[in-house]
């Protein structure tokens, strides 16, 4: 009897959970088109909205293309693109829409919405491609004709011109997995004050046009990205603060490879309100010009509690940077932030060489760049660990390129204002590490190697209190006598 009762019970509930289910739905139901030239940006907002007025389900894409405009994404719906399938972005900028909060446009978008999900389905899933270079350059020809009004710093149009691929805007219960993204005219995907969000194994290929930031992370509460792939021309992971009312918190970001023109692993520029409660563990940055990891607080806003725990990084052109600004009139400030387990190479030359489009070649001469922990004397960056540190730098530090002596430290700009990158100081006396303006710092097992003779000292610290510097190995060919560590007051 018991038996009897138990396979009852199984078989309502079995039957209760598949009543719950959201029917799918093909996307030929509609009339969508997957022939490449058919422009399917109504039916497709058509299916959506119908969809959601049935109380949700999936709209799902089998294989072909799928040229369309903006779509917007509704509460309880799901895009799933069958691999094969390719949503591709029209290159007219007329066919996309604005955000109604910040006026920003994309290919796909969502806004004040709930319980949205974009994923692949079989193997690597479907592609979106935004054909951003064709679309970038049409931004830029409708400039040449008069038709939009737009400075064209070199010859290239504001991004407010170029639309995104992807725009979730105050989104609650997001999931986004399996998809890849290729060729945006502007950043590749943008989640900005959205809530409880997941990516998984997204794949972010981008480097047909400037200004292609990966992932852009904006003041979301709650937000889990893993085993995801970002080769982009600009930032290729970024969180960031838009807000001076909002705060980017809750994140981990693990089990990722990135490639970037410009930084791996990004905290800013933008940090109006701050960051708080950051997880990045276990990540791969290689092939990048700017840091693996930087964070920033340049813009009046908090950055507090922060980890970064195993990083691999080759070939880039800095290690870690880290650095309080005062941008804005309200000061800004760093506390509590860990990076442990770290390996890294840094490069002779230039990393992104042979990428289609390259970081720009600036603030120079100057010798190869240490890594920069730097704050300010009335925002100093307080309680740093650095911990299981080992990093590879080429050396070769010129004395009579550029120099700055220890006895010179006032040389090397303060810059509060500036726009905020590693290599922004110019000339530094240190090849491994520069500190400045710094309460509590913790450096245990560093190990610093530098593959050719270098003329500079490896640590320089300027105005850092509070320090305890253990188990550090220096290595440098051919050095003559000198120390390790110089420290002014």
Wanted: charged fraction near 25%; hydrophobic fraction near 35%; glycine fraction near 8%.
């Amino acid at each position: 009897m018991k038996k009897l009762i138990l396979t009852f019970c199984l078989v309502l509930l079995t039957a209760l959970t598949q009543a719950q289910e959201k029917p799918t739905y093909n996307a030929s139901k509609f009339g969508i088109r997957s022939d490449g030239v058919t422009m399917n940006t109504r039916s497709i907002q058509y299916a959506i909205d119908w969809i959601a007025e049935q109380g949700g389900g999936t709209l799902r894409f089998w294989v072909g293309r799928y040229l369309t405009g903006s779509i917007h994404l509704k509460s309880n719906v799901t895009i799933e693109l069958v691999e094969g399938a390719v949503l591709v972005g029209s290159t007219n900028p007329f066919d996309y829409d604005r955000l109604n909060a910040t006026n920003d446009h994309a290919l796909i978008m969502a806004e004040g919405v709930e319980n949205i999900r974009l994923i692949g389905y079989y193997n690597s899933g479907g592609v979106i491609d935004g054909q951003g270079r064709e679309l970038g350059n049409n931004c830029t020809d409708l400039v040449h004709k008069g038709i939009l009004d737009d400075r064209l710093r070199n010859d290239r149009v504001a991004e407010g011109f170029r639309p995104r691929l992807l725009i979730f805007r105050e989104c609650k219960n997001v999931e986004v997995d399996n998809v890849t993204f290729r060729n945006a005219a502007n950043w590749v995907t943008m989640y900005d004050q959205c809530e409880n969000v997941t990516v998984n194994n997204v794949r972010i290929q981008s480097t047909a046009f400037w200004n292609n930031d990966g992932i852009d992370i904006v003041d979301c509460n709650g937000f889990v990205l893993t085993n995801s792939y970002v080769n982009a021309s600009d930032d290729a992971i970024c969180l960031k603060s838009h807000s001076a009312k909002k705060l980017c918190k809750n994140i981990e970001v693990r089990n990722c490879t990135a490639r970037s023109s410009a930084s791996g692993i990004k905290f800013g520029t933008m940090g109006a309100g701050g960051f708080k409660d950051v997880r990045i563990v276990n990540n791969t940055v290689y092939d990048t010009y700017r840091s693996a990891v930087t964070i920033q607080s340049v813009d009046g806003g908090i950055c507090e509690n922060i980890l970064v725990d195993s990083l691999y990084a080759t070939n880039v052109g800095n290690a870690i940077y880290l650095n309080v600004g005062a941008r804005r009139d309200k000061p800004s400030s760093m506390d509590g932030i860990t990076i442990r387990n770290l390996y890294c190479e840094v490069a002779a030359t230039k990393p992104d060489t042979g990428y289609e489009y390259e970081g720009p070649v600036e603030d120079l001469p100057r010798n190869i760049s240490p890594c920069g922990i730097i704050g300010l004397k009335d925002s100093k960056i307080r309680n740093v660990t650095l911990e299981n540190i080992e990093v590879v730098f080429p050396g070769g530090g010129d004395l009579h390129y550029a120099h700055v002596g220890l006895d010179e430290l006032d040389k090397v700009p303060e810059m509060p204002k500036a726009y905020p990158e590693f290599s922004q100081h110019m000339e530094l006396p240190a090849w491994g590490f520069f500190i400045r303006h710094v309460d509590g710092l913790t450096m245990k097992n560093i190990s610093l190697k530098a593959l050719k003779k270098d003329y500079r000292t490896a640590i320089v610290m300027d105005d850092v209190n509070n320090h305890n510097i253990s188990e550090l190995t220096v290595m440098e060919p051919d050095g003559e006598a000198k120390d390790d560590i110089f420290e002014r007051k």
